[in-house]
């Protein structure tokens, strides 16, 4: 067969993939439209795990790296989401790291709309003006966001996933601005605190803003070059600014979780992980003998974090992340067991655990 032969046939081959793809996104706009009118949560990791299982497997046995088309599944997955109705409410403006965690962990074809505030993205959730909701729970670097975990032990919204984002911080300002003309900069605290080593040769007038990106908005509005922010590169580009430096953080572990909200938190997927919220007797021993009952039945904690009870001084709930889904038989034993030892507790929701 000759060249052109063999070009001809790959091209036919296109064709015909570029159908069955238009096929597969009209069926999947079709189960969207099913699951809303059912109201069942649209995003399905475990279903989602399944198909590119069983996709990996047939890649295995037509020779094929089963990397390769789960990547590529991945990306038509993406593709497929946003036709099926997806929208995302988060915190901030429009090219904020909320933003991009939405999309890293959704793809990109979503609808977003940014509020103002955390209580804001919870209220569009609950009022049903978005599906989902994304917000920040923890930064390697600056520890938990404590708002995040008030909205959470008051709201009936469930935890339904999770997604670290690597968090990289651009030094940006308006065209012609360089290093020795800027005078202030403007982004949120946790992005100035993250890049202090930087900064503090510059002698740079620091403002805390809101939000990373609102402070990209903000140095568009004033227009001049002796302003500049921190925030992605993706913001600078949505706001048509000129990025001056590029990842000034001061350490490259600089990871930030996010948390998704639904009403419902999402089906076992055989690596999950259950996220609780609970509170014991004052007295000694107490919390040992809550958190003794996670080891006795061979589940690991990932996580614990203390915050106020906001109803007495010196008293507080825990907040705690431990590998498994409450519908597992052995997580199942242990939250009843759990209940006997504390004052109150409250399962905020099961979900897949994180990959980088």
């Known amino acids: 067969m000759s060249l052109d032969e063999l070009r001809k046939e790959i091209d036919d081959i296109d064709s015909h993939i570029v159908r069955l793809l238009a096929e597969r996104i009209r069926l999947a706009e079709g189960i969207g439209k099913e699951k809303r009118e059912m109201g069942k949560q649209i995003v399905d990791v475990a279903r989602e795990k399944q198909v590119i299982d069983r996709l990996k497997q047939l890649a295995g046995e ?15 997955m993406a593709a497929t989401k946003g036709r099926q109705g997806i929208f995302v409410a988060f915190q901030g403006e429009t090219g904020a790291y909320a933003e991009e965690a939405a999309f890293q962990f959704f793809g990109t074809s979503i609808v977003t709309q940014p509020y103002e505030s955390l ?28 708002r995040s975990y008030d909205l959470l032990l008051d709201s009936n919204l469930k935890v339904s996933g999770e997604t670290e984002l690597r968090v990289i911080h651009c030094l940006i300002g308006n065209q012609g601005a360089t290093l020795d003309s800027l005078k202030k900069v403007y982004s949120h605290p946790q992005a100035l605190g993250q890049c202090r080593t930087f900064l503090n040769h510059l002698n740079y007038e620091l403002i805390p803003a809101y939000n990373t990106a609102g402070s990209v908005k903000i140095i568009r509005e004033l227009g001049t070059a002796d302003v500049g922010a921190i925030a992605s590169a993706r913001a600078a580009d949505i706001y048509g600014m000129k990025i001056i430096a590029r990842e000034i953080e001061d350490n490259p572990n600089n990871f930030t979780r996010f948390f998704l909200l639904a009403e419902h938190d999402s089906p076992p997927t055989g690596n999950d992980k259950t996220s609780i919220v609970f ?62 030892h504390a004052i109150f507790i409250k399962v905020l929701g099961s979900y897949a655990k994180a990959g980088r």
Do not use: C
């Open 279 to 340: 509170s014991v007797m004052h007295r000694a021993g107490s919390l040992y003998s809550f958190l003794n009952l996670l080891a006795e039945n061979n589940i690991n904690m990932t996580k614990i974090e203390s915050r106020p009870t906001r109803q007495k001084p010196w008293e507080y709930n825990f907040y705690l992340d431990f590998d498994g889904h409450h519908e597992d038989a052995a997580v199942k034993k242990v939250l009843k067991q759990l209940e006997e």
């Open 62 to 76: 037509e020779q094929i790296d089963p990397d390769d088309v789960e990547r590529i599944y991945r990306l038509i």
């Open 119 to 146: 209580d804001d993205v919870f209220r569009a959730v609950e009022k049903n003006q978005a599906q989902h909701g994304i917000i920040p729970i923890e930064n390697s670097l600056e520890g938990s966001i404590s």
